[in-house]
């Protein structure tokens, strides 16, 4: 039995704390023996004892990757529980433990942004390298393009393994429950575009209301959702009201049953360019036939290919999101093409078991 510690430093449920708990439902029980490690108060913890986990809460992790204090504590913990392997998930704190510890150590890179400067050129980037690959025996990138960041900041590729996110794919709702839903978001039976992302600048959801007024202006029968929340919501607001398109595009706010939403969605949208690397989101629309119009931005080209689940388009570009909108909501042999290649590479590609059985190949090896 392999002795597993799945750590997250996540005080909210993102991309991230989704993926582990993806593998906490689906690791092989009968090899691995897992806990996990989170902050206090994480709201990750229910979800996870949920899944008949043990959780250690550990003070100091909270949202941040390094903390002196917390080195001390976690590397208490990993001395008692004497786990094969610890897989951090953004705990540069929980990497250091463990080495001490003795053991072996896998951290995923979850994100994709603008590499600094400070570590991607010259000393820094050496030095970066150098401690990274220190403290990791495996590095998993969770998408190509995550895979390139981790290179341009000094890591040797050979160090690093692509294991590219999994979901479980949604139930697809009946026409009767389609028909609640659709009561509920207020759709009635227009069209739904939807865009589920933290509502932040670099998520381009500016991008995605500019063309959505673009295509009412068309005469395009389509209601169109922003789901989730963040620092940017009154921003946006603002920015539909002043278009005066409060009517047409919505706001849902945090949603725990996306999936609801996403059973009604006819087109997805990911207009990301600032941050991104694979969207679970659309991995989810995906299983139900959902294609996708997305920015050419982080890992989003890893997961749509165009003509075959969907378009990708230039990020910030509203106009070329808005022609590619179009066709797909106008155009019924293009969009049947597109759903039925969502199923197709999802199965192919996306599935949650594969994530998790290539992340245990990972750990076999290590601990081999």
Avoid at 63 to 76: F, G, W
Avoid at 167 to 190: M, Q, S, T
Wanted: charge should be positive; aromatic fraction near 6%.
């Amino acid at each position: 039995m392999i002795k597993v510690i799945e750590v997250s430093s996540d005080t909210n449920i993102g991309g991230a704390g989704k993926c582990v708990l993806t593998l906490l439902e689906n690791f092989d029980y009968t090899q691995f023996s897992v806990k996990a490690v989170l902050p206090k108060n994480s709201l990750l913890k229910p979800e996870v004892t949920a899944r008949g986990i043990e959780v250690i809460e550990v003070n100091g992790i909270a949202d941040k990757s390094l903390d002196k204090t917390a080195i001390k504590e976690l590397e208490a913990v990993f001395k008692r529980e004497k786990p094969d392997i610890v897989h951090t998930h953004g705990s540069m704190s929980a990497r250091i433990a463990a080495r001490r510890a003795g053991a072996k150590v896998v951290f995923t890179r979850h994100s994709v942004f603008e590499p600094s400067p400070r570590i991607s050129k010259g000393i820094g980037k050496l030095i970066n390298g150098l401690v990274n690959s220190h403290y990791a025996d495996g590095i998993i990138a969770v998408a190509e393009a995550a895979k390139d960041n981790l290179t341009a900041t000094g890591i040797p590729e050979k160090r690093i393994r692509v294991i590219l996110n999994g979901v479980k794919g949604l139930k697809k709702a009946d026409e009767k429950e389609r028909a609640e839903i659709r009561k509920r978001f207020g759709a009635g039976n227009k069209k739904v575009v939807s865009i589920v992302a933290r509502l932040e600048d670099i998520k381009g959801h500016e991008y995605f209301a500019e063309a959505a007024d673009m295509l009412l202006n068309d005469g395009i029968d389509a209601r169109f959702y922003i789901a989730g929340t963040g620092s940017y919501e009154e921003t946006l607001k603002e920015k539909v009201r002043s278009m005066d398109r409060e009517n047409d595009i919505i706001f849902t706010g945090f949603i725990k049953d996306v999936d609801k939403l996403m059973n009604i969605t006819d087109v997805q949208v990911n207009a990301s360019y600032g941050t991104e690397a694979t969207s679970l989101a659309l991995l989810e629309g995906m299983s139900i036939g959902i294609p996708a119009v997305v920015s050419d931005f982080g890992g989003n080209p890893g997961v749509i290919k165009n003509n075959a689940n969907g378009f990708i388009v230039p990020k910030q570009n509203s106009r070329a999101l808005y022609l590619k909108l179009k066709e797909l909501l106008t155009n019924d042999r293009i969009y049947k093409k597109l759903s039925d290649g969502a199923v197709k590479i999802f199965n192919e590609k996306f599935t949650a078991r594969a994530m998790t059985e290539q992340t245990e190949n990972l750990y076999k090896e290590l601990v081999r």
